[in-house]
């Protein structure tokens, strides 16, 4: 009885033991991930604060009127699609690596003039202004890649459609959620080219050095540990 009171005894305790190191292996797995989390948010985003001002005017873009009524003020005689075709001559197509050096930017109206050149969002704050200045209604579309401002008849394009639409704001500010049926392997070209295709080099050589270096780190402090 005693025999088996002391093997049960061992039995148990090397159960307890498993279980430790099992719960140790999924802290560090867990912590290990969080770290490489954090790691490419500073490569990416050095300053975390450009990254939380996007997403918040994502949600609430500084559409200015006074600052685009000298512009408007010359093509109050113009059409909707004519307001947007001087837009896109005034923000030349260019992805925000490029522009602002990071991968995902939405800038105040000033600076997308200031610097003369962006993509989709920077071409939709000056647009959205030019249309509340001139006071043609609109609505905020946005799909997985794109945004962009609708008004009434404006014809469909590749991106621009009904099918694309994630979600819809109206001149009240509400917002509808839809089901959109894009083309996933356009869109995910479209996320390819603009993340990585035209990230810097050292950016990418920085981004890709983080895995080994974080679980070497974690492997060290481990192998110390045991």
């Not at 991930?33 to 949600?59: D, H, Q, T």
Request: with cysteine; net charge positive; proline share 6%.
């Amino acid at each position: 009885i005693r025999d088996r009171n002391n093997n049960y005894f061992y039995n148990k305790q090397k159960g307890i033991f498993r279980m430790e190191l099992y719960s140790r292996g999924i802290n560090n797995k867990i912590t290990k991930g969080v770290a490489i989390f954090f790691w490419i948010l500073v490569v990416l985003y050095p300053n975390p604060c450009r990254l939380a001002a996007s997403v918040y005017r994502l949600s609430n873009p500084p559409v200015s009127r006074t600052e685009t009524a000298w512009l408007a003020e010359q093509l109050r005689d113009s059409a909707p699609e004519e307001v947007r075709e001087i837009v896109y001559s005034i923000l030349p197509y260019n992805f925000d690596w490029e522009v602002y050096h990071m991968p995902w930017y939405f800038p105040t109206l000033e600076e997308a003039l200031q610097k003369g050149t962006g993509d989709c969002k920077a071409r939709y704050i000056l647009f959205a202004s030019l249309l509340e200045e001139l006071e043609i209604p609109y609505q905020k579309k946005i799909s997985f890649t794109h945004i962009w401002a609708a008004y009434e008849g404006m014809p469909e394009t590749l991106i621009e459609n009904e099918r694309e639409v994630l979600f819809t704001v109206d001149k009240k500010g509400h917002r509808t959620f839809n089901i959109p049926r894009a083309d996933i392997k356009r869109s995910w070209h479209s996320f390819y080219r603009g993340f990585w295709e035209v990230m810097p080099i050292e950016k990418k050589i920085l981004l890709m050095a983080g895995f080994p270096i974080v679980s070497g780190l974690f492997d060290i402090s481990r192998r110390r540990k045991v």
